[in-house]
């Protein structure tokens, strides 16, 4: 992801390191981008009238409280990691890095699953209502997100099996991918809040 | 001249290349890509001009027979959206690419690869964009017919036909049935990308990359400009990546986000767009404030006037920036409050950029001015930006608004912003960097004949359309009858077209001709004020010889002058000697040099966008959704290899 252009001088301007400042950059990006689609989802979740079910009815809020607990999780397990490879602990690095990975799959599986049954079950499609397509943009674009998480996160592990050990020289580290993690469930916790939970 | 290091195990050798396609299509040097963002940005220049000049024929009298309205539809579409998106942006990018790391003393970008996917994804994005012409479709309009009852429009017709901010649901699946749009907003995506990509390359550099020594409040102003339009494209980019989304999903997947028959909303689709659109409008022409803020210090032999007022002011531009999108609006029914206080707010913006051109105006003021080529673009880019500038403070007046929206009068503002501040600042900027890129010295007889010619051109095209607008000649339109009697000053206006049409190829003549057989510029040919006038010209590959240290805003200008006790600037005496001293150490480093390898993985990521794009499109057919797949796994393995390629091979070491 990075290719730090100088080395023998290294030495950073505001003392933040290169890859980590474009990293923070980036999120701030994101939250533009979330705020843009969560609001979306606000300004359509009023307009009934229109072909029925909308997500507010048919929410499963114990079933979606058991999944984001499951996200939360794997922010702990980040942390882990990342805690590990400071030691330089190998091996619980990998292993905190597959627990990462397989919990945000589980949770991703969870939203194939809460998917399915809206789209099959309850006959909520994106092309329903407004409020349906601006539910599914929002919680499909956060889903791909994990989902790149989790490439990344499987990525390092693929390394770290490869090579024996991760280091924090190679492009792809594990201090950035892991506060990519912690963004990707920051912004979870805020869709579950404002989407799920609130009327 | 360049040793290549260890080979290091990876799954493939990274690319030596130095000459040669090869090293062009690998290179992660920031001068390169920035001579190529310059170069492909042109070309879209071109194409884009060729639009406006077939617009101008169709207008040029009474029902004009030139073009029909499809095709005019297309048209003016294609020129606005080639203007902002492949012109203007591309080659703000080529100058902070080229620029960047020499005014603030680096040996590159912090992420020279990231750098080159940038410049990759734009390209692709471009050619995307104009394929349109080729493979896409309009269908019927809605309501409407075609000539001869045809179901598509001419090739000429077939392509991005909504107007550059695409209006929903206009631009919507059900009355634009066709793929043309479809195009449009996946190209547009596919460039905005790049340019998020560059934004956060560039923050990164400008805020960890600096020469010891160079603070923020020593930063030429161009760098500061270069920072805030990163934060604008950061933050407003977003925004119309959503907006985009759902135009794309609309379209292809049948959400109803701006389908008014089942409940979406007509106008949100202006307010996202417009959230980006205006802060757009200043990611184009805070560029060009950043060049003349460089250029008349030079040439009027004085440094800028209030400096941190500039920067301050150019920052102040950005913030209020995101707080006015409402004004491209107040035709659309958005309530009286609201219209107030963006009304208010577009007032209140117009303060900083006063702020900037009275410091200008101080900068010239009892300043020994050269009138070089370079200067007179920058002294027509104050001109006619006030004049751009004053007519844009009129639509804060929401009843007169009313009256100029969508009429010749907007057309005419937005161009005397956009050209006549915009484009006069590049070629401003293009005349004085080019010793710099060449080491040669433009003509300044054919450049002071570009100008006047480019200058009397764009008055007479941009200036009659104020009274065409407010005579009630609404925008967009194909074609009017005479009895209107618009002819005559639109007969003055497609002159002026051709004019500027004219200057350009002088210009093109200039730079071609400058470039094989110029003056030879020598070190520091405009006596110039900034670090990167203190490396030999051409630029060397590896940018500075020695790291410089940077003890003062102007540095390389105190280097060479000092001041008498009335502030006048008095030469040192040791002035010349500094100036052969630095170059000798430009020429031959005294130190070996570690510059970034090169990478084939940005231009196949970069290329993957284009598979992406079409699969989407054509997702539907058989053939689409395999080729979908294949961009998207083009891009993860690229991206993957990317990530691989070990770091301690990025540095090649070069002797000088």
Same mark, same amino acid.
């Given at each position: 992801?990075?290719?730090?252009?100088?080395?023998?001088?290294?030495?950073?301007?505001?003392?933040?390191?290169?890859?980590?400042?474009?990293?923070?950059?980036?999120?701030?990006?994101?939250?533009?981008?979330?705020?843009?689609?969560?609001?979306?989802?606000?300004?359509?979740?009023?307009?009934?009238?229109?072909?029925?079910?909308?997500?507010?009815?048919?929410?499963?809020?114990?079933?979606?409280?058991?999944?984001?607990?499951?996200?939360?999780?794997?922010?702990?397990?980040?942390?882990?990691?990342?805690?590990?490879?400071?030691?330089?602990?190998?091996?619980?690095?990998?292993?905190?890095?597959?627990?990462?990975?397989?919990?945000?799959?589980?949770?991703?599986?969870?939203?194939?699953?809460?998917?399915?049954?809206?789209?099959?079950?309850?006959?909520?499609?994106?092309?329903?209502?407004?409020?349906?397509?601006?539910?599914?943009?929002?919680?499909?674009?956060?889903?791909?997100?994990?989902?790149?998480?989790?490439?990344?996160?499987?990525?390092?592990?693929?390394?770290?099996?490869?090579?024996?050990?991760?280091?924090?020289?190679?492009?792809?580290?594990?201090?950035?991918?892991?506060?990519?993690?912690?963004?990707?469930?920051?912004?979870?916790?805020?869709?579950?809040?404002?989407?799920?939970?609130?009327? | 001249?360049?040793?290549?290091?260890?080979?290091?195990?990876?799954?493939?050798?990274?690319?030596?290349?130095?000459?040669?396609?090869?090293?062009?299509?690998?290179?992660?040097?920031?001068?390169?890509?920035?001579?190529?963002?310059?170069?492909?940005?042109?070309?879209?220049?071109?194409?884009?001009?060729?639009?406006?000049?077939?617009?101008?024929?169709?207008?040029?009298?009474?029902?004009?027979?030139?073009?029909?309205?499809?095709?005019?539809?297309?048209?003016?579409?294609?020129?606005?959206?080639?203007?902002?998106?492949?012109?203007?942006?591309?080659?703000?990018?080529?100058?902070?690419?080229?620029?960047?790391?020499?005014?603030?003393?680096?040996?590159?970008?912090?992420?020279?690869?990231?750098?080159?996917?940038?410049?990759?994804?734009?390209?692709?994005?471009?050619?995307?964009?104009?394929?349109?012409?080729?493979?896409?479709?309009?269908?019927?309009?809605?309501?409407?017919?075609?000539?001869?009852?045809?179901?598509?429009?001419?090739?000429?017709?077939?392509?991005?036909?909504?107007?550059?901010? #695409?209006?929903?649901?206009?631009?919507?699946?059900?009355?634009?049935?066709?793929?043309?749009?479809?195009?449009?907003?996946?190209?547009?995506?596919?460039?905005?990308?790049?340019?998020?990509?560059?934004?956060?390359?560039?923050?990164?550099?400008?805020?960890?990359?600096?020469? %010891?020594?160079?603070?923020?409040?020593? #930063?030429?102003?161009?760098?500061?400009?270069?920072?805030?339009?990163?934060?604008?494209?950061?933050?407003?980019?977003?925004?119309?990546?959503?907006?985009?989304?759902?135009?794309?999903?609309?379209?292809?997947?049948?959400?109803?986000?701006?389908?008014?028959?089942?409940?979406?909303?007509?106008?949100?689709?202006?307010?996202?767009?417009?959230?980006?659109?205006?802060?757009?409008?200043?990611?184009?022409?805070?560029?060009?404030?950043?060049?003349?803020?460089?250029?008349?210090?030079?040439?009027?032999? %004085?440094?800028?006037?209030?400096?941190?007022?500039?920067?301050?002011?150019?920052?102040?531009?950005?913030?209020?920036?995101?707080?006015?999108?409402?004004?491209? #609006?107040?035709?659309?029914?958005?309530?009286?409050?609201?219209?107030?206080?963006?009304?208010?707010?577009?007032?209140?913006?117009?303060?900083?950029?006063?702020?900037?051109?009275?410091?200008?105006?101080?900068?010239?003021?009892?300043?020994?001015?050269?009138?070089?080529?370079?200067?007179?673009?920058?002294?027509?880019?104050?001109?006619?930006?006030?004049?751009?500038?004053?007519?844009?403070?009129?639509?804060?007046?929401?009843?007169?608004?009313?009256?100029?929206?969508?009429?010749?009068?907007?057309?005419?503002?937005?161009?005397?912003?956009?050209?006549?501040?915009?484009?006069?600042?590049?070629?401003?900027?293009?005349?004085?960097?080019?010793?710099?890129?060449?080491?040669? #010295?433009?003509?300044?007889?054919?450049?002071?004949?570009?100008?006047?010619?480019?200058?009397?051109?764009?008055?007479?095209?941009?200036?009659?359309?104020?009274?065409?607008?407010?005579?009630?000649?609404?925008?967009?339109?194909?074609?009017?009858?005479?009895?209107?009697?618009?002819?005559?000053?639109?007969?003055?206006?497609?002159?002026?077209?051709?004019?500027?049409?004219?200057?350009?190829?002088?210009?093109?003549?200039?730079?071609?001709?400058? %470039?094989?057989?110029?003056?030879?510029?020598?070190?520091?040919?405009?006596?110039?004020?900034?670090?990167?006038?203190?490396?030999?010209?051409?630029?060397?590959?590896?940018?500075?010889?020695?790291?410089?240290?940077?003890?003062?805003?102007?540095?390389?200008?105190?280097?060479?002058?000092?001041?008498?006790?009335?502030?006048?600037?008095?030469?040192?005496?040791?002035?010349?000697?500094?100036?052969?001293?630095?170059?000798?150490?430009?020429?031959?480093?005294?130190?070996?040099?570690?510059?970034?390898?090169?990478?084939?993985?940005?231009?196949?990521?970069?290329?993957?966008?284009?598979?992406?794009?079409?699969?989407?499109?054509?997702?539907?057919?058989?053939?689409?959704?395999?080729?979908?797949?294949?961009?998207?796994?083009?891009?993860?393995?690229?991206?993957?290899?990317?990530?691989?390629?070990?770091?301690?091979?990025?540095?090649?070491?070069?002797?000088?």
């Amino acid at each position: 992801m990075s290719d730090v252009a100088h080395e023998e001088h290294v030495h950073e301007s505001t003392g933040v390191e290169t890859r980590k400042l474009a990293m923070w950059v980036f999120l701030s990006s994101e939250f533009m981008f979330f705020g843009a689609l969560i609001t979306n989802y606000l300004l359509f979740k009023g307009r009934v009238g229109y072909t029925a079910p909308y997500p507010a009815e048919i929410f499963d809020i114990p079933f979606t409280s058991v999944s984001s607990f499951v996200l939360l999780m794997s922010s702990l397990t980040m942390v882990l990691a990342d805690h590990a490879i400071h030691r330089d602990d190998q091996r619980s690095t990998r292993t905190w890095l597959i627990a990462t990975a397989l919990l945000g799959m589980v949770f991703l599986a969870g939203q194939a699953y809460e998917f399915t049954t809206f789209v099959v079950d309850e006959g909520m499609k994106i092309s329903t209502n407004p409020a349906a397509s601006a539910f599914f943009t929002l919680t499909g674009f956060h889903g791909t997100h994990v989902l790149v998480g989790v490439i990344m996160l499987l990525t390092l592990v693929g390394i770290s099996f490869r090579k024996g050990r991760l280091s924090t020289a190679t492009g792809l580290n594990l201090e950035n991918v892991a506060l990519y993690w912690h963004f990707v469930d920051i912004i979870w916790i805020v869709i579950f809040t404002v989407v799920y939970l609130i009327k | 001249m360049a040793t290549p290091a260890s080979p290091a195990s990876t799954i493939f050798r990274r690319p030596r290349q130095t000459s040669g396609w090869m090293s062009w299509i690998t290179t992660v040097d920031h001068k390169k890509i920035g001579i190529m963002y310059g170069y492909s940005a042109f070309i879209f220049f071109i194409l884009g001009g060729l639009e406006a000049l077939i617009l101008r024929l169709q207008l040029a009298g009474p029902d004009g027979t030139v073009l029909d309205a499809a095709e005019y539809n297309a048209m003016f579409t294609m020129h606005g959206t080639t203007m902002v998106f492949l012109f203007v942006m591309p080659v703000g990018a080529a100058f902070f690419n080229y620029l960047l790391p020499l005014m603030i003393g680096a040996r590159d970008v912090a992420f020279p690869r990231m750098n080159a996917l940038s410049f990759w994804i734009f390209i692709f994005g471009g050619i995307f964009l104009y394929s349109s012409f080729l493979f896409g479709t309009t269908g019927p309009p809605s309501g409407g017919n075609l000539p001869g009852g045809a179901t598509d429009a001419s090739w000429l017709g077939s392509t991005i036909n909504g107007g550059w901010f #695409m209006y929903q649901p206009n631009a919507g699946p059900r009355f634009s049935t066709g793929t043309v749009l479809d195009y449009g907003a996946i190209g547009l995506q596919i460039l905005g990308l790049a340019s998020l990509i560059s934004a956060v390359n560039f923050i990164a550099t400008i805020l960890n990359m600096r020469a %010891k020594g160079m603070k923020l409040l020593r #930063m030429p102003v161009f760098i500061w400009m270069t920072l805030v339009v990163a934060f604008l494209l950061l933050f407003s980019l977003p925004i119309i990546a959503v907006a985009l989304f759902m135009v794309t999903f609309d379209r292809q997947l049948g959400t109803l986000f701006f389908d008014t028959f089942q409940g979406g909303d007509a106008v949100l689709w202006q307010h996202l767009f417009w959230l980006f659109g205006h802060p757009e409008v200043y990611i184009l022409i805070l560029p060009a404030m950043g060049i003349v803020s460089e250029t008349l210090p030079v040439f009027s032999r %004085k440094p800028l006037f209030g400096y941190p007022a500039v920067v301050f002011a150019g920052a102040a531009i950005g913030f209020l920036g995101f707080g006015v999108w409402a004004h491209h #609006m107040f035709s659309s029914g958005i309530t009286p409050v609201a219209q107030a206080a963006f009304g208010l707010a577009t007032m209140t913006i117009a303060v900083p950029t006063g702020i900037k051109i009275f410091n200008w105006l101080g900068t010239m003021w009892m300043g020994k001015i050269k009138f070089t080529t370079p200067m007179l673009f920058s002294l027509g880019f104050v001109a006619l930006f006030v004049i751009g500038g004053l007519s844009g403070v009129t639509h804060s007046i929401v009843p007169a608004d009313w009256q100029q929206t969508d009429t010749y009068y907007i057309v005419a503002h937005f161009h005397y912003v956009l050209f006549g501040g915009a484009i006069f600042g590049i070629f401003a900027g293009l005349y004085y960097w080019f010793p710099k890129l060449t080491g040669r #010295m433009m003509s300044e007889k054919l450049g002071k004949l570009h100008f006047w010619l480019m200058f009397i051109g764009m008055n007479l095209t941009f200036g009659p359309m104020h009274w065409l607008g407010l005579q009630g000649m609404v925008r967009r339109t194909w074609k009017y009858p005479a009895e209107y009697n618009f002819g005559t000053w639109n007969m003055v206006v497609t002159v002026g077209a051709f004019i500027i049409a004219s200057s350009i190829l002088v210009f093109m003549l200039n730079w071609t001709k400058s %470039k094989r057989r110029g003056v030879e510029a020598g070190m520091d040919p405009w006596d110039a004020r900034t670090i990167e006038w203190s490396i030999p010209n051409p630029t060397p590959e590896w940018n500075f010889g020695v790291n410089p240290d940077v003890h003062s805003l102007d540095d390389w200008w105190h280097r060479k002058y000092d001041e008498d006790e009335d502030g006048r600037p008095v030469r040192r005496p040791d002035a010349d000697s500094t100036i052969a001293q630095f170059h000798d150490q430009g020429v031959n480093p005294p130190a070996p040099i570690h510059l970034p390898t090169p990478s084939y993985f940005p231009f196949f990521a970069g290329a993957s966008f284009l598979a992406v794009g079409y699969g989407v499109i054509y997702h539907t057919r058989g053939w689409g959704l395999p080729l979908l797949i294949f961009g998207v796994v083009l891009l993860l393995s690229s991206l993957i290899g990317w990530s691989l390629e070990p770091l301690e091979e990025e540095h090649e070491e070069v002797h000088a």
